[in-house]
């Protein structure tokens, strides 16, 4: 059961081709809304700060940079081995003079600031790991799939610590679980953002949290409660595997 992108140790996403291996989850199609969304955000001649926490292979901000060439990245990983292969994926894509990646946790990380900040974090309850399908729970990284006992702990720490990274009026993208919508925005308003209305699209295909979101005063590191609004794209995996892959794409400004 282990996976071809694997054996082959290439996979394609987006518009490329990755190096992978069982260091880094294999990017999967359904991640590729995020990148959708962030380009979505970015005009072409932007020049951004983006930082991609818990990078893998790198397939995301490599993938995002490549599209806007005047931007700039920063990717970390907990896992030294994730972090030489990103530095490879970006070698092979040509794009190594404008992206950084950096073998740290996200607790310990306090460099510089950032204009825009994405992260799809480990959100599987650990007690639900060992029923994910053969070809995932045997062969891809447990690290990057554990999202701890109630599968929010590394969400969490995300929104957290993007709180003070993020540069005012900067923007984050967050890929949770399709069930996780809920709580996570309950995680949000205890970092300090609070919210009102939640609307569906006629499809049921795009949530947005409407009138946005607002600092709330008691975070002393901002001086003022800017307005934010959040989208939140739901996105259907075609595969039938046994992980929730279908996932919500939440994004939010400070």
């Not at 993007?162 to 995680?187: A, M, P, Y």
Request: positive net charge; proline residues 4%; aromatic residues 8%.
């Amino acid at each position: 059961n282990e996976p071809i992108a694997y054996i082959s140790g290439y996979k394609e996403f987006w518009k490329s081709e990755f190096k992978v291996d069982k260091n880094v989850l294999i990017p999967r199609p359904d991640t590729e809304t995020l990148i959708e969304q962030v380009l979505n955000e970015l005009d072409i001649n932007s020049s951004k700060k983006i930082l991609d926490i818990g990078t893998g292979s790198g397939c995301i901000i490599i993938s995002i940079l490549k599209e806007r060439k005047r931007c700039l990245g920063v990717g970390i990983d907990i896992s030294k081995k994730a972090v030489k292969l990103a530095k490879y994926n970006a070698k092979i894509q040509h794009i190594e003079n404008r992206i950084k990646f950096l073998n740290s946790d996200i607790d310990n990380f306090y460099r510089e600031n950032y204009d825009l900040i994405i992260s799809n974090p480990p959100y599987i309850k650990l007690n639900k790991i060992n029923s994910l399908d053969r070809d995932i729970k045997n062969h891809e990284p447990r690290v990057a799939l554990n999202g701890g006992i109630d599968g929010y702990s590394k969400i969490r720490l995300v929104i957290k610590k993007s709180s003070k990274l993020i540069k005012k009026k900067g923007k984050i993208f967050l890929e949770v679980g399709l069930n996780q919508t809920r709580k996570t925005l309950d995680i949000l308003k205890l970092s300090g953002f609070f919210g009102s209305k939640i609307i569906k699209d006629l499809n049921n295909k795009k949530i947005y949290v409407r009138p946005g979101w607002e600092l709330m005063p008691n975070l002393n590191h901002f001086k003022k409660c800017p307005k934010m609004d959040i989208s939140i794209s739901k996105k259907i995996c075609k595969r039938i595997i046994n992980i929730p892959s279908s996932s919500f794409l939440i994004k939010f400004f400070k």
